[in-house]
C-alpha cells in the first residue's frame, strides 16, 4: 500500500498532471485551505546539477513577484529531502495556481482558432508581458504550449523557468553551446547568443501571431539549428501570402514584430497591442512605422511602346504609354541612325568629354579606395568582434581571481552564490559556459561561487565562551544569533555560553537561527530540609551546585537529632557561585536533674520543753539543736519513768 506522498506538512502530492525539460508537474491539495494546486517538482536526475537548481529557484523568484490575471500565481516554494541511492538531495518545489483548461498547441492542433481567437488570445499575452516588463522580468520562451485557456476563456502565461531580470538579461541565452529557449520562437538576438530585453518576447510573440494566424510557424527546417539559421538571415512571407483569405492589414503588423533589428520592432508590448487592436479595426500601421518590404506583384511582361511620327505631339492615352501611329502616318525623313553622312567631329567636346572621363574615372578611385579602406576596417572589426575565445578552467579560483580572468578575455562576468558541500566558501563551484567551450568576446560567463556546505556544524567549543566570541563566530561561519536568555550555572563564568539551540555540535543549515543560552554567575539552592549533614553536603558540592556547607546546631524537641530543620538561603534562591549554605541541625536539649528537698525532724510538742527555759546561753542552731537533743532525751527520760 502506498503512503502519502506530504511536502511541508501541508501540500499532498497527487497524480502527475505534467512534464517539462527538468521538472514533472503534479496535481495537489493545500492541507489548510482545501484548494486543488500544481506542484512543479525538479525532476532527482536533475536536482544533482547546481546550474539547474539556481534556474529553477530562479522561476520562483521570478514569478512570485508578478501579480496579474494573465500570469499563473506562485503560491508557495520549498524543498525536499529525498533519499535516492543512499544519499541525500534537495528537491525544490513550486507550489502554482492550479489551472484547468488547455494550452494553445492543443487548441491549434484541434483547428479550433479562429482569427479573432488568435488575435484575442495574443493581446491577452501582450498584456502579460506589458506586467511582467514593467516588473523588469524578461520571459524568453514565449509559445503556444506556455499558453493555457481556461474553461472559463480565462489566458494564462506559464512557464517562466528561464526567465530573467532585465538587470541579469544581458547574459547570453546559451547554455554549454545550447540554445535556451524554443528554435522555432527564438528571436535573432538569442540565436546569435546576445543581449536580450523586452523586445525579444515581442519578436517571439510575432511568431505565436503568425503561426496562430497562418497555421504554421514563420520559419520551418529540418533540425532546429537550421529554423535558427532562418531567424537570423531570413525574411518571412507575409501572413496573407501563406493563407489568401487573411487581410493584407495584418501583414505589416506581424513582420514589424519579426524585424531582424530589434529596433525597428515594437517599443514596448503596449506599441504592439495598438498596432494589433487598429488593424483589427480597419486602421493600418502608419508607412513611418513599416519595417518589412512587402513584395509587389510585377507584371510577367510590359506593354509594348510606339514612336508617334515627325511633326506631332505624342498623346498620353489612359493606359500611360504612346498610342500607334496611323497606317497612312508615315515618317518626315529616315531616322538619323539610318543615314550613312559621316558626322563632323567636334574637338572641344572631345577634350571635355575626355576631361570629364577622367575626373569621374579620378573620383570613382578615390571613392573605392575609401571605400575599401572602410570596409577593410569594418570587416576586421567584426572579425575582432566576433572572434571565439575559450573559456578557461575556473573552478579552482577565487571569485576575484576568476572574474579576472574572465574579464581579461574580453567575457562578462556574472557570480551566483549556491551551496556545495566540497568547494570552500568564496571559490567556483562551476562555470557556464563550461572550461574549454568556445564563445564569442563580450558574451556572458556565469560563474556559481561557493557558499560552502548547506549543513554546517555547530562547533562545541563554544562552551564557556564570552557571548561576544559566540556571536562573532557564528556570524563568521554563515549562522544568524536568535534569542538570548539567561540560566544559573554552577560552573560557567558570568556572561559566558552554557548551551546553544539547536545543541552544540549539531549539524544545521548554514542562515538558521542560533538562540544563546547565557550564564547567569548565579546558582540555585538545592532543598536541604530534612536531610542528614552528610547527605547535604554530598548535594551542596555536586558539580551542577558547587556550593559550601556551614552547619548550625540547634536544640529542638521535636526533630529527629542531627536533622536539618532549616536552611539559609532557603530553597530556590539565587546565589553567587561557590558561596555557603547554612543549615541548623536539631539537637536533643540538655535534660537537668530535679532538685532534692531535705526531709526536716518531726516536731512532738511537750508542756515542759516548752515551758523550761534553756540554762545554757548560745547560737540559734545550737539552741535548736540543744534543744531538740534535749527535747529528744527529755522525752525519752519521761518515757522511762
Known amino acids: 500500500m502506498s503512503t502519502e506522498r506530504i511536502l511541508d506538512g501541508r501540500y499532498i502530492v497527487e497524480e502527475l498532471i505534467g512534464r517539462g525539460g527538468m521538472a514533472d508537474v503534479h496535481l495537489g491539495v493545500d492541507k489548510i485551505l482545501g484548494r486543488k494546486v500544481a506542484i512543479k517538482l525538479l525532476r532527482p536526475e536533475m536536482a544533482r546539477d547546481p546550474m539547474v537548481q539556481t534556474r529553477f529557484r530562479r522561476e520562483a523568484k521570478a514569478v512570485a513577484g508578478l501579480n496579474h490575471p494573465n500570469i499563473v500565481s506562485v503560491f508557495d516554494t520549498g524543498e525536499e529531502e529525498r533519499e535516492i541511492d543512499g544519499s541525500s538531495i534537495s528537491l525544490p518545489y513550486i507550489v502554482m495556481e492550479y489551472v484547468c483548461g488547455r494550452t494553445l498547441r492543443d487548441m491549434h492542433k484541434a483547428g479550433e482558432i479562429t482569427v479573432e481567437l488568435a488575435i484575442d488570445y495574443v493581446l491577452g499575452v501582450l498584456e502579460a508581458l506589458a506586467h511582467s516588463h514593467s516588473m523588469g522580468i524578461v520571459h524568453r520562451d514565449i509559445k503556444p504550449a506556455n499558453i493555457m485557456v481556461t474553461t472559463k476563456g480565462a489566458l494564462k502565461v506559464m512557464d517562466f523557468g528561464i526567465a530573467r531580470a532585465m538587470a541579469d538579461s544581458s547574459s547570453t541565452m546559451t547554455q554549454t553551446q545550447t540554445v535556451v529557449g524554443t528554435a522555432q520562437y527564438l528571436s535573432p538576438e538569442q540565436a546569435r547568443g546576445e543581449l536580450v530585453d523586452a523586445r525579444t518576447d515581442l519578436y517571439s510573440t510575432g511568431c505565436l501571431l503568425y503561426e496562430l494566424l497562418t497555421g504554421r510557424p514563420p520559419f520551418i527546417g529540418d533540425s532546429p539549428l537550421a529554423v535558427a539559421y532562418q531567424h537570423v538571415g ?37 506599441a504592439f497591442a495598438q498596432a494589433l487592436r487598429n488593424a483589427r479595426n480597419g ?144 571559490s567556483v563551484v562551476s562555470s557556464d559556459p563550461s572550461a574549454n567551450t568556445q564563445v564569442v568576446k563580450g558574451s556572458t560567463v556565469q560563474l556559481l561561487i561557493s557558499k560552502g556546505p548547506e549543513n554546517l556544524k555547530i562547533p562545541a567549543t563554544l562552551e564557556g565562551s564570552s557571548e561576544a566570541t559566540v556571536r562573532a563566530t557564528l556570524s563568521e561561519l554563515g549562522f544568524v544569533v536568535g534569542n538570548v536568555t539567561t540560566k544559573n550555572d554552577a560552573q560557567i563564568p558570568s556572561g559566558s555560553l552554557i548551551e546553544t539551540v539547536p545543541a552544540l555540535g549539531e549539524q544545521v543549515k548554514s542562515g538558521s537561527s542560533i538562540d544563546l543560552i547565557i550564564s547567569t554567575g548565579m546558582v540555585t539552592v538545592p532543598e536541604l530540609i530534612e536531610l542528614k549533614v552528610p547527605e547535604a553536603t554530598n548535594v551542596l558540592t555536586a558539580p551542577g551546585v558547587g556550593l559550601r556547607i556551614n552547619v548550625v546546631e540547634e536544640e529542638n524537641e521535636i526533630a529527629t537529632p542531627g536533622t536539618i530543620i532549616d536552611q539559609s538561603p532557603s530553597r530556590g534562591a539565587a546565589v553567587q557561585q561557590g558561596s555557603s549554605v547554612t543549615v541548623y541541625v536539631a539537637k536533643a536539649p540538655v535534660v537537668e536533674p530535679p532538685p532534692v528537698e531535705e526531709e526536716s525532724p518531726s516536731e512532738q510538742p511537750s508542756t515542759e520543753s516548752s515551758s523550761e527555759p534553756s540554762s545554757t546561753p548560745g547560737t540559734k542552731s545550737s539552741d535548736s539543736s540543744s534543744t531538740s537533743s534535749n527535747s529528744t532525751d527529755e522525752s525519752g527520760n519521761q518515757q522511762d519513768d
Open 283 to 426: 486602421i493600418p500601421l502608419p508607412a513611418e512605422q513599416i519595417t518589412e518590404l512587402i513584395p509587389q506583384n510585377i507584371p510577367a511582361s510590359l506593354p509594348q511602346s510606339f514612336a508617334a511620327p515627325s511633326g506631332e505631339p505624342a498623346q498620353m492615352s489612359a493606359t500611360g504609354h504612346l498610342d500607334a501611329i496611323a497606317p497612312e502616318e508615315s515618317w518626315d525623313e529616315d531616322p538619323e541612325w539610318q543615314h550613312d553622312d559621316p558626322v563632323p567631329a567636334d574637338p572641344y567636346r572631345a577634350r571635355s568629354k575626355t576631361a570629364w572621363t577622367v575626373v569621374i574615372s579620378v573620383f570613382i578611385v578615390i571613392a573605392l579606395a575609401v571605400g575599401g579602406f572602410f570596409f577593410y576596417n569594418w570587416i576586421q572589426a567584426e572579425a575582432a568582434r566576433n572572434a571565439l575565445v575559450t573559456v578557461p578552467q575556473l573552478s579552482t579560483m577565487t571569485k576575484a581571481e576568476a572574474e579576472s580572468t574572465v574579464r581579461n578575455l574580453e567575457l562578462v562576468p556574472r557570480s551566483e552564490d549556491t551551496f556545495d558541500d566540497s568547494v570552500k566558501p568564496g
Open 234 to 270: 531570413e525574411k518571412a512571407d507575409p501572413p496573407s501570402a501563406v493563407v489568401s483569405t487573411l487581410p493584407e492589414i495584418f501583414d505589416n503588423v506581424v513582420l514589424k514584430a519579426l524585424a531582424k533589428d530589434r529596433e525597428d520592432r515594437y517599443v514596448d508590448a503596449h
